[in-house]
């Protein structure tokens, strides 16, 4: 059973940094890119970043290039995201999604739960 | 642009046929693949249509998707109430600056009258 659990939410301080992880099971997980996208509460999804299997490429979205790192271990099927110099506008839902290896275009065909991360004083 | 063009909400009686539009650019829809989620409050996002029209398995008929030049469109037909919650499109977006950016739609909410 393919599954993706996030964990490494939390309450942060502005300015302060955090690490989220994702522990996945059930598929080949260095055969797939991988992304975060998160949501902030009550709002849409956001894009924030993807990673190909190997992990030399990497996008990131806008809001957060420069402050946020993604990174995983195809050994220990984990992908993560080293969050640096947190705003307030950070808080949200962090999902991890896995981009599907059967599509023409990039799609996210398995999401993980989310972790919370709240950014407050 | 950073989000995709959607409605925030459209509304049908059961048994009726909805339409939720995704309004893109050359730099985005135009030129990838649109893929289509639908979201539970509560709930991760999962994958209800992929490569502009392809249905992942397990996902009815009910449920199609689209393409035109820079806009996309979700159908749904026969509505029922489970399918009330909120629908995202997306796209990747080759960006004018900086490397390639994915783009979700701002998400439409289905309400089932």
Redesign the interface.
Known sequence: QVQLVESGGGLVKPGGSLRLSCETSGFAFSGHYM?W?RQAPGR????IS?ISGSGDTK????SV?GRFTVSRDNTQNSLFLQMNSLRAEDTALY?CARV?DY???????V????TLVTVAS | Q??LGQPPSVSGAPGQRVTISCSGSRSNIGN????W?Q?FPGR????LI??NN?R?SGIPDRFSGSKSGTSATLVITGLRTGDEA?Y?C???DNGLT??????????TKLTVL
């Open positions: 992304s996208i849409g999804l956001e894009w993807y996008y990131y979205g806008e290039e999902y599907s599509a023409s275009g990039d799609v996210f065909d999401w993980g739960q989310g | 950073s989000v990838y693949f649109v893929s989620y979201q991760a996002p999962k994958l992929y490569d392809q992942p909120d995202y997306g796209a990747w900086g490397g390639p950016k994915w783009l979700f739609g701002g998400g």
